[in-house]
């Protein structure tokens, strides 16, 4: 578990890198919060048919107006951000405001359960640290969706992200971080297909001489 406090944010990049490069076609890359940031810092490595993310985490560095969210913050987060521990998720109470608003309130206790620790490397990272903007993202379609009242992923910043990397960028209403499993989880889906199929039309079909 102490290892886990010191995973770089190099070595998810280097994950998400090998498992692409074991595919037999560049992929559609599509990812939620620090998953949604590793879709973006990995386009000019993997050269990916797309990339959709999912209230992605932004890094302090990348916008002087930008104010790390406080379950990252937090002075429980002291440790794991001055010395590379793993940093806990936060308590439920601050998971409701930051997390889970806009999912319903039954589903808040089960969700809350399944989270687990991150890096504090990573962290810090994110809050302190300088991480270079994205080069190379003009060479793939890149979608950019989160909710309104989003408090780890605000809505004014994901809509600067998208406007610098020539990205299409969707709000749902009322909807947090968590938006795609709040009552707007249906009209998200039905968005996604319709973005993949009108920004790829044919490219994401099989090729015929490939189909078994």
Known sequence: MDAL????LEDYVEDVVAVAQQMWA???VCGHDLGGLLALLTIARINPRAVICLAPLFPRSWNDNFRSPAP???FGAVP???WGRPLSPPPLTMSRDFLFNGVPAAAHAQLHSRLQPDSGVVARALT???IPFLP???SCPVLVLGGDTDGMSPTTTLRWLAQHLHAEHRDYPGQGHWFFLGEQGKTCAADLHRWL???LGETLLVPLEEEE
Do not use: S, W
């Open 5 to 8: 406090g010191k995973i770089r």
């Open 26 to 28: 560049p992929p559609i």
């Open 72 to 74: 990252l913050v937090r």
């Open 80 to 82: 794991a951000l001055l």
């Open 128 to 130: 302190r640290e300088q």
């Open 136 to 138: 190379g993202v003009d």
């Open 197 to 199: 199929v009108r920004t």
